[in-house]
C-alpha cells in the first residue's frame, strides 16, 4: 500500500530498520572494542571497609560497576590494612585495597608490588588533644610523656602523628602510642582518659569534634592540611597488586579501574540523599547525620579520576624514610610502585 505522499511502508520500515542500526553500531563497537579480563573471578582483600577511606570501592561494588566489567568479585575484609596487605602478599588474595605506601615498604623487602588506581589523595586523619585531659594545651611540645592513640603503629595516623610531633622536636620515644584499630576501642579509650590526644580517622574525630571533646591540631583530611603536614600530596588508598600479576592479567587490572574510577565518577555529584541510599545500612554506625558530616569532612580526601598525584610517591617514600631509618629514599625506585596507565584510560572513557 501506498501513502498519499507517496512514501511506502516497507520504505519506511527500511529506513527505521537503517536508522536504528546506525543508533547501535557504535555502542557494539564500543562493546567489542572492551576487552575482557583475563580472569573474571577475584578475590580482594581490604582492611575496613566500612571505613569512608574505602567509599569509592564500596559504591562500586553497590552500584554493580564490578558486574558491568565482566567481573565477579569477592571482597574480604581484614580489619586492618597490614593484614589485607599480608593477605595479598601471601597468594590468599589476588588484589589489595590499602594504602599505598605499603607498596614502598614492599619493595623495601624485595617484594614487587605496583599500584594501579587510587581511592583517597589524602590519608584523612584529623590529629587532636583532649580537652578534659590537657585544658592548659599551647602547644605540641605540652605532649611529652603523654599517650598518643593510633589506629596501628606504622599506620598513616601514626605517621602523621609522627610528623606533627617531630616539628616541634618531640621524638616517638618521647610520647606511648596505643593502638585503637577499632572505632569502638578509640571512643571508649577516649571517654576512659586513658590517652591524652589521639590521630585517628572519621567518623571517630567528627564524633569527638561534635561533642566538643577535642581540640583538633593538624589534620590530613584536606588537600592544604595533608601539604601542611607531610610537605607535599601524600596519596593514600588504592588498589594494587603484585608486579607479575598486572602484566600477566591487563585487562583484568583495567576492568578493576574502570569500576573504581567510574565509582569515582558518581561520588563527584553524589548527594547525601545519594550517599545514605547506597551505602550499607550497617556502615552508618546507627547515626545517618554523623556519617554525612563524616563525610563532608574528608570528600575532598576522595580522588578524583584514580590518578596517582604528582610527587605522591616521593612524599610517602619521605614520610616513611622519616620513620624507618633503615629505607634509603635513593636505593628505592619508586617509578615500580605505580602506574597511572589503567586510570588513565578509565579516565578517558568516564570524563573523569
Request: glycine content about 8%; overall charge positive.
Given at each position: 500500500?501506498?501513502?498519499?505522499?507517496?512514501?511506502?511502508?516497507?520504505?519506511?520500515?527500511?529506513?527505521?530498520?537503517?536508522?536504528?542500526?546506525?543508533?547501535?553500531?557504535?555502542?557494539?563497537?564500543?562493546?567489542?572494542?572492551?576487552?575482557?579480563?583475563?580472569?573474571?573471578?577475584?578475590?580482594?582483600?581490604?582492611?575496613?571497609?566500612?571505613?569512608?577511606?574505602?567509599?569509592?570501592?564500596?559504591?562500586?561494588?553497590?552500584?554493580?560497576?564490578?558486574?558491568?566489567?565482566?567481573?565477579?568479585?569477592?571482597?574480604?575484609?581484614?580489619?586492618?590494612?597490614?593484614?589485607?596487605?599480608?593477605?595479598?602478599?601471601?597468594?590468599?588474595?589476588?588484589?589489595?585495597?590499602?594504602?599505598?605506601?605499603?607498596?614502598?615498604?614492599?619493595?623495601?623487602?624485595?617484594?614487587?608490588?605496583?599500584?594501579?588506581?587510587?581511592?583517597?589523595?589524602?590519608?584523612?586523619?584529623?590529629?587532636?588533644?583532649s580537652v578534659r585531659?590537657?585544658?592548659?594545651?599551647?602547644?605540641?611540645?605540652?605532649?611529652?610523656?603523654?599517650?598518643?592513640?593510633?589506629?596501628?603503629?606504622?599506620?598513616?595516623?601514626?605517621?602523621?602523628?609522627?610528623?606533627?610531633?617531630?616539628?616541634?622536636?618531640?621524638?616517638?620515644?618521647?610520647?606511648?602510642?596505643?593502638?585503637?584499630?577499632?572505632?569502638?576501642?578509640?571512643l571508649a579509650a577516649?571517654?576512659?582518659?586513658?590517652?591524652?590526644?589521639?590521630?585517628?580517622?572519621?567518623?571517630?574525630?567528627?564524633?569527638?569534634?561534635?561533642?566538643?571533646?577535642?581540640?583538633?591540631?593538624?589534620?590530613?583530611?584536606?588537600?592544604?592540611?595533608?601539604?601542611?603536614?607531610?610537605?607535599?600530596?601524600?596519596?593514600?588508598?588504592?588498589?594494587?597488586?603484585?608486579?607479575?600479576?598486572?602484566?600477566?592479567?591487563?585487562?583484568?587490572?583495567?576492568?578493576?579501574?574502570?569500576?573504581?574510577?567510574?565509582?569515582?565518577?558518581?561520588?563527584?555529584?553524589?548527594?547525601?540523599?545519594?550517599?545514605?541510599?547506597?551505602?550499607?545500612?550497617?556502615?552508618?554506625?546507627?547515626?545517618?547525620?554523623?556519617?554525612?558530616?563524616?563525610?563532608?569532612?574528608?570528600?575532598?580526601?576522595?580522588?578524583?579520576?584514580?590518578?596517582?598525584?604528582?610527587?605522591?610517591?616521593?612524599?610517602?617514600?619521605?614520610?616513611?624514610?622519616?620513620?624507618?631509618?633503615?629505607?634509603?629514599?635513593?636505593?628505592?625506585?619508586?617509578?615500580?610502585?605505580?602506574?597511572?596507565?589503567?586510570a588513565r584510560r578509565?579516565?578517558?572513557?568516564?570524563?573523569?
Amino acid at each position: 500500500m501506498t501513502r498519499p505522499d507517496g512514501i511506502s511502508r516497507r520504505y519506511l520500515g527500511k529506513a527505521g530498520l537503517l536508522l536504528a542500526t546506525s543508533m547501535v553500531m557504535p555502542v557494539l563497537q564500543a562493546q567489542s572494542n572492551r576487552r575482557k579480563p583475563e580472569r573474571t573471578r577475584i578475590v580482594m582483600a581490604v582492611g575496613g571497609k566500612a571505613s569512608l577511606g574505602y567509599l569509592p570501592l564500596t559504591i562500586s561494588e553497590q552500584l554493580g560497576y564490578f558486574k558491568a566489567e565482566g567481573l565477579d568479585l569477592e571482597i574480604n575484609d581484614f580489619g586492618t590494612d597490614a593484614a589485607a596487605s599480608q593477605a595479598v602478599v601471601s597468594g590468599a588474595a589476588d588484589v589489595c585495597s590499602g594504602t599505598f605506601v605499603k607498596t614502598i615498604e614492599l619493595q623495601f623487602k624485595n617484594q614487587w608490588f605496583q599500584s594501579f588506581v587510587m581511592q583517597a589523595r589524602t590519608p584523612k586523619i584529623a590529629f587532636g588533644v583532649s580537652v578534659r585531659n590537657m585544658p592548659h594545651y599551647k602547644n605540641v611540645a605540652n605532649l611529652k610523656g603523654r599517650k598518643i592513640g593510633v589506629a596501628m603503629l606504622g599506620s598513616a595516623s601514626y605517621f602523621t602523628a609522627g610528623l606533627v610531633l617531630a616539628r616541634f622536636d618531640v621524638k616517638p620515644s618521647d610520647v606511648t602510642f596505643i593502638e585503637l584499630p577499632s572505632t569502638s576501642s578509640a571512643l571508649a579509650a577516649w571517654r576512659s582518659g586513658q590517652i591524652d590526644a589521639i590521630s585517628h580517622t572519621d567518623p571517630v574525630m567528627t564524633m569527638l569534634e561534635q561533642k566538643g571533646d577535642v581540640k583538633i591540631i593538624a589534620e590530613t583530611r584536606t588537600l592544604k592540611g595533608t601539604i601542611d603536614v607531610f610537605g607535599g600530596p601524600m596519596p593514600s588508598t588504592c588498589l594494587y597488586s603484585a608486579g607479575d600479576f598486572i602484566q600477566k592479567n591487563p585487562n583484568t587490572c583495567q576492568a578493576l579501574t574502570n569500576a573504581i574510577v567510574h565509582g569515582l565518577k558518581w561520588l563527584q555529584t553524589a548527594g547525601p540523599g545519594d550517599i545514605l541510599k547506597t551505602v550499607p545500612e550497617s556502615y552508618l554506625l546507627g547515626d545517618r547525620a554523623l556519617y554525612l558530616a563524616s563525610f563532608d569532612q574528608v570528600r575532598e580526601s576522595i580522588a578524583i579520576d584514580g590518578m596517582m598525584p604528582e610527587n605522591g610517591p616521593r612524599t610517602a617514600l619521605r614520610a616513611l624514610a622519616s620513620f624507618s631509618p633503615d629505607i634509603k629514599a635513593d636505593k628505592m625506585d619508586l617509578a615500580k610502585t605505580f602506574t597511572n596507565a589503567f586510570a588513565r584510560r578509565a579516565k578517558e572513557r568516564f570524563k573523569a
